[in-house]
């Protein structure tokens, strides 16, 4: 009896295994899934920004563009120091490799134009993609000294101010909503401002002529202009950078004074805004593209913002303070990709991120109506005292004479000599190691022969540059001796 049930039990266990085999053996019934579909090719754009790529908002603004774009679009970052933005792009330009979308310092525009490097964009812009822009972004952008193409359109622009700390206003016993007008009240302001701070490291102005490029030409050049006053006559198409004496002469008379912060010609303008935010420097200038920096070393003290101050009472208006596009945003001609490069375009002037620049006091849009929107103001105290004005304005691009047209300059680097050495002037008159007046009539005598030389050649007209009916009041709104000349020929 046990071993039929033995043998039951083991029949059972044979049959439970044959059946687990059969079971488990695969079908043998052939299956051809359908292939999976292959995911369309990224095209990359390579993109370069003055500035702005580091900002966290822009980043992720970026990014889902990557990510949702149904052109399969991929964005790509070339990081190109803000200290050495130019240099590196004209190197990487002439060199056949440079990004595909890019912003171009506004004195570059023309020379870029000219050598073919950027695309026209005409083809790729219908009314509603222009009239996004105001009358003078398009004007400017049409300039024959363009060709007659839309190779940009300016989308935002940077303005100067006076910014000044009101607690060391009190301090001095001046009166905190009364900022000066003029230079002499700079100062005497400056003077009170430094006495009242000696022992502690306080200073009634600031100079960041460390950084040449932004501190000069925003102190000096820019904010000069509402007193009427630039380095290059519109009207005659001449330098002379002897109006320029009165501003240089106020900062040698405040560092005599020690009442300018010392180091000037090594200052670099990051450490001046925070020297500024930590309340130890009275006034200093700045511009909209400063207030970020500025915002992020949190100034403990009150302060104030108020327009550039004047060389006298008199002359208070006597023309429009100079405001400047902010580096437009152009497309490369040589972009393996144009369309895919247009949208990229397209997509860095479009609404949503103006905005989001706006929003993080990047930029002040001139598109859409941003910053008149109701509550699209960014939560940042003081920017909307940098919003542009009735008493500022554009003004026409004046003459960027290269390194080749200058017999006394050997460079092996692609730079403006045109500036750069006015820059080194101007220092060189603050430190004292030459005198104001000499020194500036031999550098306008300088810019003139390099003028004079680049109209002997093929690319240059002088006349596009001359505007005998100018009014500085009213920069934009004067014709061009070129301009007149081709009308009398039609």
Known sequence: MKRLLFYIIGLA???????????????LVEFSPEPVPKAAPKIQVRIALYDWTENLEVKNAIRQFNETNPDHIEIVIVNLSADTYNDMLNMLMTSGQGPDVFSVDN????????????????????????????????????????????????????????????????????????????????????ARISRAGVGVNKYGFALAAGDSQDSLQTGLEMSNTYSGIYLYNYRTGRYDLSVYAPWLQ??????????????????????????????????????????????????????????????????????????????????????????????????????????????????????????????????????????????ESIYPLSPQIMDQYDPNTVSIEPRDSGDRPRMQLYQQILSGGVNAGKGLRAESDRLNQMLDIAATGYSFKHDEYIYPDFNPRSPLKAESLESRLNAGQE
């Open 13 to 27: 266990l044979c049959g439970l295994v044959v059946y687990a085999l059969a079971y488990d053996r695969p079908l």
């Open 107 to 190: 004195s570059w525009l023309a020379t870029y134009v000219n050598k073919g490097y950027l695309t026209n964009l005409t083809a790729y812009l219908g009314p509603a993609d222009l009239n996004r822009f105001p009358e003078w972004a398009r004007d400017y952008a049409h300039s024959p000294l363009f060709k007659g193409g839309v190779y940009f359109i300016p989308s935002s622009i940077e303005t100067v101010r006076l910014i000044y700390n009101k607690q060391l206003f009190r301090s001095a016993g001046l009166d905190p909503e009364q900022p000066p007008i003029t230079f002499a009240e700079v100062k005497q302001a400056a």
């Open 250 to 391: 106020l900062l040698l008379d405040m560092k005599a004074e020690s009442s300018l912060y010392p180091g000037e010609a090594l200052l670099k303008r990051d450490s001046a805004l925070r020297q500024f935010a930590d309340g130890n420097i009275g006034m200093m200038y700045a511009t909209s593209k400063d207030y970020v920096k500025l915002q992020e070393y949190m100034p403990k003290d009150d302060w104030g913002v108020a327009l550039p101050p004047v060389t006298s009472s008199a002359s208070k208006g006597s023309g429009a303070l100079m405001m400047i596009p902010h580096s437009p945003l152009a497309v490369n001609s040589s972009a393996p990709d144009q369309e895919a490069a247009v949208k990229v375009w397209k997509f860095l002037q479009s609404e949503s991120f103006l905005n989001i620049l706006f929003q993080q006091a990047l930029a002040l849009p001139v598109v859409d109506g941003i910053t008149d929107l109701p509550g699209q103001v960014p939560g940042l105290g003081h920017f909307k005292e940098f919003y542009p004005t009735a008493e």
